[in-house]
């Protein structure tokens, strides 16, 4: 028995052949009008959109081969499988929290015929369609989160295409968005202020009003005088300090230096040696033995300072500082910008600020934003 013919509902588009249907998709003509699917959830069937008035025969004949009734298969279904692995649970918690990040932004983009990514069968999509995704978000002026969601996409895919879950990576050979430089300049003015916040702050009692965690402003001193990146400061030991000054302990193949004692540099130092015995003292722990086994940095409970620890703290400072008006959010600035404006503020020629960094002659564009002062052209030397 053949199965009766589909009739034109009323309001459905003209441009649609109601007797080349895939089959599944069901026209609703309440509202504007949309395209629709049935779901099973908990037991029970119900409506989901797939797509709008605008879409093509082959929009719905598209979405109805890429559909899996159950689910398994999809892109939702492989991230889901990704981050229920031992693989995305062994991450760092920072790594952790991007990475599900970019899945929310990648499995709610919408496709051209208005359905969610995450519906698509994994297996059916090809590099031109997670392209034109990256593009579009990228042309919304957010290359970043582009670029998180393409960085994403390809671990994913690849991951499922090791494991035999999928049979293709539609990821590889994704184009990068073209990301704007980042490179801010903290002034004197607005580090000034933020370090009068950070050591008014850091004197209240824990978890009370107006409290910052008490380490921030040691954290920025040692981090600018030193021209330290954020993680190379969380772990200084007491190694660091020698006879005539603190050495540093600089990561990504940057030359190590000697910074030398000055008052102030000799302050921020102590400071954090003070703390750190506090702490230790409260909390009645061991003393390991050998300096460069004692981090100078401790959270309240007396661990290692984590990296996730003091970012969340830094982030906390400046959104109050932004709050209280004491930056503007033009004004603000990350831990890291703390060893621009230190190479930029450092004195000496270009070679001793190079010294000062520690970097290569093509970063020293990235961390020394100082303007040479040269002679008018023609002037007798």
């Known amino acids: 028995m053949s199965p009766r013919p589909r ?100 499995l709610a983009q919408r496709t051209a015929s208005g359905g969610a990514v995450g519906e698509l069968v994994a297996d059916k999509l090809r590099t031109h369609h997670l392209q034109r995704l990256v593009d579009r978000i990228e042309s919304e002026g957010t290359p970043t989160k582009a670029n998180q969601v393409k960085r994403y996409a390809s671990i994913v895919f690849r991951w499922g295409l090791n494991r035999g879950l999928i049979s293709a990576n539609p990821a590889q050979g994704l184009e990068q968005a073209k990301e704007r430089p980042r490179q801010r300049l903290p002034t004197t003015a607005a580090y000034d202020r933020v370090l009068s916040l950070a050591k008014q702050g850091g004197q ?27 993680i190379e400061t969380l772990t200084l030991t007491e190694a660091a300090a020698t006879v005539d000054g603190l050495v540093t302990n600089r990561r990504k193949g940057s030359r190590d230096s000697v910074v030398l004692w000055d008052e102030r540099l000799r302050a921020a130092w102590d400071a954090a040696l003070a703390q750190r015995a506090a702490i230790v003292q409260a909390r009645r722990l061991p003393v390991a ?93």
């Not at 918690?93 to 990475?99: L, S, V």
């Not at 503007?328 to 190479?343: N, Q, V």
Request: hydrophobic share 35%.
């Open 7 to 106: 009739k034109q509902q009323p309001g459905m588009p003209e441009h649609i052949d109601v007797t080349k249907l895939p089959t599944g998709v069901y026209w609703d003509a309440s509202g504007l009008g949309r395209w629709y699917v049935f779901e099973e959830v908990a037991g029970r069937k119900k409506r989901k959109t797939v797509a709008g008035p605008q879409a093509r025969l082959s929009d719905l004949h598209q979405i109805a081969d890429r559909r899996a009734p159950d689910g398994r298969g999809t892109v939702a279904w492989l991230c889901a499988q990704y981050q229920d692995s031992p693989k995305f649970r062994n991450l760092a918690d920072g790594t952790k929290k991007a990475y599900s990040y970019a899945r929310d932004v990648l």
């Open 204 to 230: 209240l009692t824990a978890r009370t009003p107006g409290s910052v965690a008490p380490y921030l402003w040691i954290v920025m001193e040692l981090g600018y005088l030193c021209r330290l990146r954020g």
């Open 289 to 381: 033995m050998r300096p460069e086994d004692r981090r100078v940095f401790l959270a309240e409970g007396g661990e290692p300072l984590t990296k996730h620890g003091l970012d969340s703290a830094w982030q906390r400072l400046i959104r109050r500082a932004i709050a209280d008006g004491v930056i503007t959010a033009d004004e603000r600035f990350s831990l890291h910008d703390l060893k621009r404006k230190g190479g930029t503020d450092a004195a000496g020629n270009k070679a001793e600020r190079q010294d000062a960094l520690g970097v290569s002659d093509a970063m020293m564009k990235v961390y020394d934003k100082s303007k040479p002062r040269v002679k008018p052209s023609g002037s007798q030397p």
